[in-house]
């Protein structure tokens, strides 16, 4: 201290003690650093130096001004310990790190620092800096450090962090954080291969930390806490022994070659090495070589201390995590198979002694437990694989995943080798899983990481393996549907969370990026990361956004957050120089002020290529510099300004911090003042949403700027397409903002227009109607009230959105802006229609940019009409690439007509290309007449066209005569590999019908494939590589070779080439439409790994044809059992698929081509199992030929049938056998290709002959097979005949009778235990059915002409015969015992007998007639409701067809017969007979209808109808209670209906409920309650829950204002539905405890077992009722005033419901149960083809239903005729109260402020009603001038704000809902 103040006395010339304690005071931190890291070796000295320094300084000030800066005291010290310092003496005193914590240990004692007694903490926290602080200290001067003593010295700063650590963890002081932190540290000084000499004292000071961190003692939140850190420091190590081990290697490799050298040269063989003697004794040499490695491995070990040090301590590392206990065994199970790998190359026999020393394979046998060779289910690794996958995610940021600095590279590397070993596990469970031993469902977050891998820059092998997981993924068909990755949190959902406030929200993002930063691999970058948080964390703003972080977030910046609010933080900033440069490259324009957006700067063509990052690190940084200086108005600048270090490190933050320097600088412009008196309705709202000005000058500088940008070509676009996402993220941020500003301003309804009322005095005047001139008009349009603030053109957006792949945003910026321009979203129609002209008039006044501002602007360069051309073709290119064919067909419609249009006048052609696919090609012939010229766009539509038509081989030669005509300059490399591709594609799929031997072979004589067979391919370029397909062709020529290896090479190549094709859509909003091809070539190259390990032998033969399905539990399966189940879903050729696009169909051809090939290779190479694969070929040719068939490609399905029938004669010459009746099945698939052809005729003969054919043939009947396949002949003969009414409707009932009657003796002969048992089953089930559906077409054609007027009048004719035929018989009987002999009376007696033989013959006539017609209706009547019951109690629940629609006919059968005269004995007979024998889960659909014909039984009732439906009321009641009681029940309360019901259908809720019914209803539950089990109980439950509700809804609400009440109590009116099921003086006595209802309006699904819990447990899927919550509440509308309860299940839900009284629900009841019905048929649609598809392919490859249609529907429970319960739909509202003012405000005074209403359009029109015609269309026309349509689709684009994707898929789900709507209405 005295030397000090010396020097600073000689420096200064100072004669004043002040003036030396002012220059110590500077210095207090230094000097305290030095002193206090003495106090414990030098207690002395150091006191008093301390003395000294107090004497010299003031104590205040020492403590003051040290305890401000105690952690520069504290990074002092650090500088002393990197220095090395050490004091010279007798003896001489070396400062250890003992030491230097004593000496930080003293800043908290001797500095007065602020302390937090609420938490423990360290003493690096008491000293005002942590241990994160420091780690990035150390870090960065270890890698700052040049020489290696420097980096010695830096070592020792970390190596005392170490031993801080270590103390930290005895005392429990230290963080999950900041020790995972310090782990990460530890994992990137490691992997730094400059610090390799140090490896041995970092492992030896990890060793120490380990051992402190994994004792007994430690807290065991702390090590789960760190567990994902320690797993991948246990793979940096692996990885450090990996680089060591290699490096011992090679030197010991590199030694033995020197040595060899300098041998060989001594004995003069170095010129003769190539030339030497076959007689030299190449042995001794070997024998020489080992013995010098030996030694020289020896002497290495001996000598490298290093290698030997390196090898055993990352040894012991991993040992002690392994070993500890604390960390489970499964972390690192996996790692050893990268260990074992390693070294299967490098373990040579002269390396074995070292490598079971030093190898990592020895560490794992070491710590091998017992369940180490468990191999664990695939369900257990994919939850690991998922837990590693959000441990070490995939960076999504195409700045930060590109990042090349070699720092951050090391811990990519080791979080990619985590993913990888997790990655090889999944791939081990994938690939030995049998799908038929157990399914498993695999969670959908499995796939979306698999893709993110496909799609990342994780090495290739990660890659590889992911996309072979995906294929065995879909081969397993464990995904119904594909979806795209998840993605963050949205910007809206963001603002919502913030309060709304865009500055929190940024500044929030910013902290949480800068805070990922402090743990980046790159020590500079944690270095300024760490500055700029401290900073950031310093400022006022940053300690409020601290507080809302999240709790990672947070943990890690704590140690950053100060109290000491003078305390001063410097920030990274660029140097002047750098800002000289920036300058330097601006243009000068923006202004001197503003030259941060001249050309210069934002011209990213002028960078290159390889500079993108630098790009947007400028612009950031040169606006910082620019604009958020000193005089500038933005908010929060210095927030900003702290941050451009970050920005000029990383391009990644620079990137996110884009967007937020826009908006402040936009927001910045004050916003323009509107007064509230005389603005407009828009502008009122506009200055709450607005972001500045339009017209500001950062506005047009900004706009400018991202216009040149978004005007690029469209290569360009590619190249720089990050520049391109941040311009459209900035653009996104700004709209969301705008949008979440307008939902929340302050909307006001729109005022009302007064409208002139007419004249009553003047006759003409009221014939001309109200004069609507005098209204005010509606304000003109101005486009959207938000948008991207900047005025750029949507078009221009739209099109960069395009090339960056964001498809859904690119048709909403396109639709926004041609709707700014004509003022409606349908700008087809209206430019179209008739106010075209008009709009193009008003150019001036168009809106045309989507800033939101609705600032008119005009633009010269193009019209209204070739903007939206331009718009059109934006839309139907992003419809194309979704895939949307329904929505392209229609925006195609209509943009002919704007087309047309637009070239009326002109000598251009008006046609485009058809849509259809022959009308299509047609055009393209037109086109390449006029213009000759090949384009590769021409070709590819062609191409597509012919496959589409099934001209296969007709493309062929097209695109050889293409490959030919195409000059060498036009071959560009696209054309060359889709030509490329597009041949071995055919080539592979005519490679699957070869026919005369079964495989390729070398041998010429015997070879499959001719020589020549590929070498026509189109050539390809030398440096290119191959394709799918053309590697999916060599790799199977070379399996047929037995060249495995490189088949497999081959297999790999395919892959590369779909990894690649999958690159595309990275980003892509239409990800998953184009995945399914993608994922089902991975499918097919899994299948071909699994044919090369089967080649091998390394894989089972039956382990491969289980996974294509062709063996079962017995083992292969048979080709008979196939041919039989194969009709399974044969019968409803309707409901098949016949139009199927052509990717799926190329999908399709692909998969069974290539399987179809690997299984002839497999028939030669694999002899002794050549039949099972002869089954298994037969059998998937002839699926093959059936999936072809039902997806309409019949032209397949032929060429399918004619390779069985080669194959059958192949194989029956080498003695295979085969079913005798396979001839009659191949032909009856004849006749099925031939119906889906449309020849009729021909399929219908076809049918009649294998009919005729198995008649002839004598059967006692135990032919199954045969009976089975002469009844599907007869069924689809039927089918056909009936169909098309080809042959007579008796003829036609026969065949169906005779197909019925031996479907049914096929089942019952078949037995039980059969194999095909279940599918006799079902064909009796099915052909029962088709002779109902034909039978009651029969009986309604015969009813119908009885009832029809016309056989009245034949019959009122006849009975006039009849009358007639008597008096004829009465006169003739006169005149023949009145006749003489006279001719007179002989010629009137012959003409009276003449008379009535006529007469007597055509009432013989119409007596056969009438009971022709009588018998016919009762055998058509019987035939029908026989089969059905047949069928109905035949049909398994598992069947694929619609059976309800059949139970619908079946029942209406017999409510319209049962009381008619003509057949009701008919038709209750059979009811009576087979009722009861049906299914009861049949009829409970049709409760509403059975019920409602419940009746007394009537004394003169003689057909028992009203006993057998009591008898099935009853079934239903006791078999499925949950569905029939409730309706019994309202049924029983048919009189009460409270105090009336009025109004005009007064009388309609009165019907049908007579006392008959109520006493029948009551008599049945009187039965019930007689009945056994828990159904009595159950029947009283229902009813006191039903009079529970019944007396809520008869509350009369009308002492209540209009308005809704909240929280009345039931108590307060003595209701007692919170108190039914509980005892009490309100509770109810006759209710059961266990035996409770379940909620009304949620019951459960049916179950046709009829197990709904047994009263004891709740129904699957249901709840039942708990109780009710206290409190109800009234709605604000309603006739009657519906009240609100909450119902409380079982299982805790809450179930809201809606009690209304006085309103009859029967109706809306009735149209739900028909919306029910509509779903199930919609579920079904499609169902006959897509079963067969989905049982070959798979259930991903095509839905159920393709256009996913279902209609929302809602419980409604009728209790009385005058009340009961509904669902409580959340979130929906009346579509009025959404468009009107109503409630609140309306959409239409939201969406178009000032406005008419639709009210005022109806005030309007009704004033004009009494006006001519020409007055009447005049304000027509006048209305829609001022009334816009609905804006009902920008609302669900706002509401659904999640992602632009989703609102879409919504708006048709819209427009659906509201067809059904208008339906409803009408």
Known sequence: MKYLSECALILTDAKSDESIAKILRREIAAICGYIFIFFDSLPNESDSAMEMFKRCVSSKHIEKDGAKNAHKVLRHMLVLRRKGVSVVGSPPLDLDSKT??????????????????????????????????????????????????????????????????????????????????AFNAFIVIMLDENNSKLLPSILGSLKCVLESLLQESTNLGLIEGVLPTLRKLCLALLKVHERAFVSFYSKCSSSLTCLEFEQRSSKGLIEKSDEMDESLDTSEMSSTREELLKHLIDSKVAVEATYHETLMRSFDNVAIMAKSGKMSFKDILGAQDMTLQLHSDLNQDLFGEISRKYSMASLFSSIKREDFDTIPSLQVEAEQFLQIMNEYPISVDSFRANATTSSTAFLQSIEAQARLIALRRLEKSLVRHDSTQSSVELPAELHNWLMKICYSHDPEESRLISSRCLGEINSLGSFATLTMPTQSMSIQSQLAKHDGSPYKVMMTNILSSVAGFLDSGCAETSLVAMKTARALLNSGAGKECWKILSDTDQALLRPFVTNDDGQQHSSVFISNTCKEKLKARSAGLGGANLWCFSDGLWNVVEYGEGSRELWIKNIVCAIISCCLGKDSKVRNKGFFRICQGMCAKEACFAAEMFPYLIFSLLDADPREASKEKSASARDLIHSQTAIGTAKGQMNVLISNCFSSLLKLDAEQMKIYTQAINAILCSLDWLKSITEHRFLMADHQKNSSVIVPKTSKTSKKRRSKGADIDDVQPSPQWRGCLYGVVLRLDGIDVAKACFHAKRYFSSMYYAEMGMQNMVGSGSFFEQLSGDNAHKIEKNDEALVRDISGFGVPSQNEEQSVLDRALVAKDIIVRCLTELEANDELDGVLLQGAALSLKQNISSFTTLGGLRNEKLAALQDHDIRLEERPAIFQEGFESITSCLEDLGLNHTKHHYLKGVEKVLSAGQQDDGSRNFLREKWFEDSLNTASRWDDTLLPKLDTNDQYVQPDKFRDAPPSKSNSSS??????????????????????????????????????????????????????????????????????????????????????????????????????????????????????????????????????????????????????????????SHIYRELGRTDAANLSLSRLRSLVQVFKQRGMTYPTNLPLVLHLEDAKLMKCQNDLDTAVMRCKIISSHLDSIEDDGTNLELRSLHADSLLLGSLWMAEQNVDAATTILSSFQKAADLSMNVYRKSKTKDALHTSYIHKASIAAFKLGEFAASLYYSVDKRMSSDVWKKRCLAANERKKELNLAITEAENLAKNRSRSNADERLYIGADNVRSVLEREVSFDDRDMNGMAASLRQYLKLSVESYCSALKLCPSSIAANVSSHVFQLVSLWFKNCARAETNDVVNELMQANALGIPSYRFVPLTYQLFSRIDSTQDDEVNDFQKILRDIVLKICREHPYHGIVQLVALANGKRIGVGVDGRNADTYLENVGSSKVDAATSILNDLREGEGYIPALVESYTTLSDAFINLAMLSTKSFERRQFKGLSFSQFKLTLDTCFSSGRRGSKNTSATNKPVIFTNPPPIRPDAQYGNGIDDPIGAERVLSFESKFDLTPTGLHRPKIVKCIGSKGGRFKQLVKGEDDLRQDAIMEQVFGTVNDLLRHEGAGGNVAIKQSLGAPAIPCSSRHLRLITYGITPLTPSCGVLEWVNDTMCFGEYVDDKRGIGAHSRYNPGEWGDNDCAKIYRAAAGGTEESRRKVYRKICENFSPGKTKDSFLLLFHRKIAIPYSHLCSLFISLSVLLFRIL
């Open 100 to 181: 230097f914590i004593d000496g930080m240990k003293m800043i908290s004692k001797h500095l007065q620092r602020p302390q937090n007694n609420a938490e423990k903490i360290s003493f690096l926290e008491c000293a005002g800096s942590s241990m994160t602080e420091c780690v990035v200290i150390a870090k960065y001067w270890l890698s700052s450090s040049l020489t290696v003593t420097q980096r010695e010295d830096s070592w020792r700063v970390f190596e005392l962090l170490c031993t801080i650590l270590e103390e930290t963890l005895r005392d429990d002081t230290i963080s999950n954080s900041e020790l995972r932190f």
């Open 1027 to 1184: 394709g799918f397909y053309e590697s999916v062709v060599h790799a199977l020529l070379c399996f047929g070779k037995d060249d495995i290896a490189g088949g497999l090479n081959n297999v790999t190549q395919a892959r590369r080439s779909i990894l690649a094709d999958m690159e595309a859509l990275v980003g892509s909003e239409s990800q998953s439409k184009g995945l399914a091809t993608h994922l089902s070539r991975l499918s097919v190259i899994g299948n071909l790994e699994l044919t090369a390990r089967t080649l091998e032998g390394k894989s089972p033969l039956a382990f491969l044809l289980n996974r294509w399905g062709f063996c079962d539990e017995a083992g292969v399966e048979k080709f008979e059992s196939l041919l039989l189940e194969s009709d399974n879903y044969s019968f409803d050729m309707k409901d098949h698929v016949t139009d199927v696009d052509n990717i799926l169909a190329r999908r399709v051809f692909t998969e069974f081509s290539v399987q179809e090939t690997q299984l002839k290779l497999l028939i030669s190479k694999l002899q002794s199992d050549e039949n099972d694969i002869v089954e298994a070929l037969t059998s998937h040719v002839f699926k093959s």
